[in-house]
């Protein structure tokens, strides 16, 4: 499929393009959990659609899916956003965070590329995040600012569902969508 590249998109208005998929979908969502999520997550779409931010989003989100117990992933550059966020969610729920620097491993332990050549550095450990946030038995993960590659590390170990907060794009104050919309960085591609 290429959906991006299609300019009917007329599965919005109900046509099934993937007749071979369909059955074994409906039958996931009918899963106890995923149906509530489903449910959950339309409620929020249709209710508060351009209302909440998507800290409030996830904050209503948690609320309605009555999770009490909330993990946090983030980035050692993004410490004071995660301390904002911890303090905020705490208000609501029990809150467990985990930066990326977990466990102090030399990046030589495994060969890994050093960003200054001229010092030691810590490698980012979302393996450990991901393992430590499970032990805490979270309701939800929230990732917020991990490298690419962690993020996908960390979800791949993470037993409990997990969304985004931030994502990391150094260049662009965390927001990747930037260079879609201008015209400078479009051009490098």
Do not use: W
């Not at 007749?19 to 979908?25: K, S, W």
């Not at 890994?112 to 550095?121: D, G, R, V």
Request: hydrophobic fraction near 35%; proline fraction near 2%.
């Amino acid at each position: 499929m290429r959906c991006a590249r299609c300019n009917k998109k007329d599965c919005s208005n109900g046509k099934n393009c993937k007749d071979d998929i369909l059955e074994n979908v409906m039958e996931e969502y009918k899963k106890e959990e995923n149906l509530k999520i489903a449910k959950v997550a339309s409620f929020i779409e249709g209710n508060f659609y351009m209302k909440k931010t998507r800290l409030e989003e996830i904050i209503e989100f948690c609320k309605m899916m009555d999770y009490k117990r909330i993990g946090i992933a983030f980035c050692i550059g993004l410490e004071r956003e995660a301390k904002i966020l911890d303090e905020i969610l705490s208000k609501s729920f029990d809150v467990y965070s985990v930066c990326c620097k977990v466990c102090g491993v030399d990046k030589d332990e495994f060969g890994l590329t050093y960003i200054n050549k001229n010092q030691k550095e810590t490698m980012c450990n979302p393996i450990a995040q991901a393992l430590i946030l499970n032990e805490k038995k979270t309701d939800l993960n929230i990732i917020l600012g991990l490298c690419i590659g962690h993020d996908i590390l960390f979800q791949k170990y993470s037993n409990a569902p997990t969304t985004t907060f931030a994502v990391k794009d150094r260049v662009l104050a965390h927001n990747p969508l930037g260079v879609i919309y201008s015209g400078y960085y479009l051009k490098r591609f």
